[in-house]
């Protein structure tokens, strides 16, 4: 069992940055882990991923250029750092943790789900 906690979200502006954190704990954090954002009314949708190692990333269209994912295994922590952020932005960021240590950009191949923080982007 994984338990993952999501942090730094928060309300910033356009062309703001934002760092967001998730914390795993519980069985060993060998498992390639995932960013997901939802809005209200649409399904979570893939944001990033990062492979165990660390090695291998894969970002959506949408986020390229804007947004890295990284880790520190060490502190079993995983990253997401957000700039240049737009309107469209605006959604409950979740990290989600698959079984594992490759990328997948699939909601369904992820099994652990953190709570979500909250990213508001305002003009």
């Known amino acids: 069992q994984v338990q993952l906690a999501e942090s730094g979200g928060g309300l910033v502006q356009v062309g703001g940055s934002l760092r967001l954190s998730c914390a795993a704990s519980?069985?060993?954090?060998?498992?390639?882990m995932g960013w997901f954002l939802q809005s209200p009314g649409k399904e979570r949708e893939f944001v990033a991923a990062i492979s165990w190692s660390g090695g291998s990333t894969s970002y959506a269209d949408s986020v390229k250029g804007r947004f890295t994912i990284s880790r520190d295994n060490a502190k079993n922590t995983v990253y997401l750092q957000m700039n240049n952020l737009k309107l469209e932005d605006t959604a409950v960021y979740y990290c989600?943790?698959?079984?594992?240590?490759?990328?997948?950009?699939?909601?369904?191949?992820?099994?652990?789900w953190g709570q979500g923080t909250q990213v508001t982007v305002s003009s």
């Open positions: 989600a943790a698959r079984l594992g240590g490759a990328t997948s950009v699939y909601t369904s191949e992820y099994i652990y």
């Open positions: 519980g069985r060993t954090f060998s498992n390639a």
